[in-house]
């Protein structure tokens, strides 16, 4: 899986958010603000991943164990499908 096609990520003023155009645009209305997790959950996603290696990508990169990495990014992604901005 990865995202749709049409996002830049931005740091704006300190908080870093994700603006939406072409394809995104027509999907997700608005903006999407990311925590410093979301946002390296987010860049991963510009290329194929699974639920699997964003764990781990996510364990590598963070204090975090796996237990709470499996959960934020099955939520994460859990988001991402909601809104349709995932290729699947």
Same mark, same amino acid.
């Given at each position: 899986?990865?995202?749709?096609?049409?996002?830049?990520? %931005?740091?704006?003023?300190?908080?870093?958010? @994700?603006?939406?155009?072409?394809? +995104? @645009? %027509? %999907?997700?209305?608005?903006? @999407?603000?990311?925590?410093?997790?979301?946002?390296?959950?987010?860049?991963?996603?510009?290329?194929?991943?699974?639920?699997?290696?964003?764990?781990? +990508?996510?364990?590598?990169?963070?204090?975090?164990?796996?237990?709470?990495?499996?959960?934020?990014?099955? +939520?994460?992604?859990?988001?991402? %499908?909601?809104?349709?901005?995932?290729?699947?």
């Amino acid at each position: 899986m990865r995202l749709i096609t049409g996002f830049c990520v %931005r740091n704006i003023l300190g908080e870093t958010i @994700a603006i939406p155009s072409q394809e +995104a @645009a %027509r %999907r997700l209305s608005g903006l @999407a603000s990311l925590n410093e997790t979301g946002e390296f959950l987010f860049r991963q996603l510009e290329t194929d991943q699974t639920e699997q290696t964003l764990v781990e +990508a996510l364990t590598e990169n963070y204090e975090i164990d796996v237990q709470t990495a499996t959960a934020d990014v099955h +939520a994460f992604i859990q988001a991402l %499908r909601e809104n349709n901005l995932l290729v699947e």
